[in-house]
């Protein structure tokens, strides 16, 4: 629990001294009639305790003159019943010791206890407007209702996140680790699918094989809904209902992740159902490739964010004029076609995001200490995709050969001090390697 109980630390030394801190976790949600969707705690809340239970809420006070700082748990009280059909409760005595915090009580003592915790202290600091569960208005509320007896309430609120943002961006050893073995996991799956299609198969059929090696090693569930887009599909840059029936001769693009102990993996590969490459699939597959070896060399220390979009784009740009999926005569020259955009056509998305215990995970993009908000530097630490595409739907003037392919590739990197280190080597890649991959099924 010591990475944990560290950024527990963190917060408590930028916090204004003697302010109170509260984040709670996720609440369970009921599917229909009595059951419940899987739970799945919330990434701050997780990201501060490690603790998976609901009904959870961490309160962190900070140190004011010989009064040194606090961290306290509130969570499911034991009881034996319960856990007959729900399964096993930390409970308060063991959670403090087993987690790490100074102090924890009852979930249910937390309304009761927050007055006195919240009477005479400078700020709280909140998830603001994010957790209205927590009842923050009536314990501020019920501190202001004591006046008359000279405690007074909190003066200032502050947002908690903007505070776990800045250090969520930054993995640190612990997560790199726990990524590394989501984006294993992920291309494991993703080699698996792979082998395992056939033209004929539902794409469901080969989302389940996915699902299976997920679960098989370890992973708790998806990181999110997994996209199996044959022909066609893989032009819906969002599709899941992954119900069509694959047709020899089409691409698969498959954009699947686990999630394995709160951190997402997130892999796109595009390969062809029966093994083969047509010649236009190649050209524009290999067009892809280049570009995303391209963003890749421009994942170092020191430089923007944004030349990752910008190297993939000049790539993919320039290819497009080539294969005259972009009129010259229209557009003009490589650099009048990347100022007009007029490769949004066939490439309308960005070439990344950030990664960690959400799948497009927290933090901002841009430097906003700075007036003109230029693109953030990348740091050792950010944890990133990269995946460029090209999405080429039926219209007046593009080539009929192209028409109906959609290919995106995606890996996890994690930025080095010299560079970046890719997560999800695990799964074919190059044209070569996918044909002979599937070949050998």
Excluded at 88 to 96: L, M, Q, S, W
Excluded at 170 to 180: C, F, N, P, T
Excluded at 201 to 206: A, F, R, V
Excluded at 264 to 272: E, N, S, V
Aim: with cysteine.
């Amino acid at each position: 629990m010591t990475p944990y109980a560290d950024r527990r630390a963190r917060v408590l030394a930028q916090m204004q001294p003697g302010a109170v801190a509260v984040l709670g976790t996720a609440p369970e949600v009921t599917r229909n009639g009595d059951s419940e969707y899987a739970y799945r705690h919330d990434s701050y809340f997780y990201y501060l305790s490690g603790f998976a239970e609901p009904e959870s809420c961490i309160v962190l006070v900070a140190a004011l003159g010989e009064r040194t700082a606090r961290a306290i748990l509130f969570c499911r009280a034991k009881n034996p019943d319960h856990e007959i059909w729900d399964g096993f409760r930390y409970g308060p005595d063991a959670a403090r010791t087993t987690f790490g915090f100074d102090e924890a009580y009852p979930f249910d003592e937390l309304d009761a206890r927050m007055v006195g915790i919240l009477s005479n202290v400078p700020a709280l600091y909140y998830a603001l407007g994010a957790q209205p569960d927590l009842q923050v208005a009536g314990w501020l509320n019920a501190v202001r209702a004591l006046g008359r007896t000279g405690v007074t309430a909190p003066a200032t609120m502050h947002h908690l996140l903007a505070l776990l943002d800045e250090m969520r961006l930054l993995k640190d050893a612990h997560e790199v680790g726990l990524m590394a073995r989501a984006g294993a996991i992920s291309a494991a799956a993703h080699a698996r699918a792979m082998r395992a299609t056939r033209p004929g198969m539902l794409e469901y059929e080969i989302e389940a094989e996915l699902l299976y090696e997920f679960r098989r090693n370890g992973a708790q569930a998806p990181a999110y809904s997994s996209i199996v887009a044959s022909g066609p599909n893989a032009c819906v840059l969002h599709y899941n209902a992954n119900n069509r029936r694959v047709l020899e001769g089409e691409l698969v693009l498959i954009d699947a992740g686990c999630e394995f102990d709160g951190y997402a993996g997130d892999i796109t590969r595009t390969y062809p159902a029966n093994g083969r490459f047509t010649s236009p699939q190649r050209t524009l597959y290999e067009l892809v490739l280049r570009a995303q070896a391209a963003a890749l060399a421009a994942v170092k220390p020191g430089q923007p964010y944004s030349g990752i979009h910008d190297a993939a784009v000049r790539v993919l740009t320039e290819g497009m004029l080539d294969l005259g999926l972009l009129d010259k005569r229209k557009v003009g020259t490589l650099d009048d076609a990347i100022g007009t955009r007029a490769f949004a056509q066939f490439y309308m998305h960005g070439t990344g995001h950030w990664l960690g215990m959400d799948v497009h995970d927290v933090g901002v993009y841009r430097d906003v200490s700075q007036a003109d908000k230029p693109s953030r530097a990348l740091q050792p630490g950010m944890a990133l995709t990269v995946e460029p595409g090209i999405y080429v739907r039926p219209a007046e003037g593009v080539p009929e050969q192209y028409w109906h392919i959609g290919i995106r590739i995606e890996d996890d990197v994690i930025v080095t001090d010299t560079g970046a280190r890719i997560l999800t080597n695990g799964v074919p890649k190059d044209v070569a390697e996918i044909e002979a991959w599937m070949k050998a099924a």
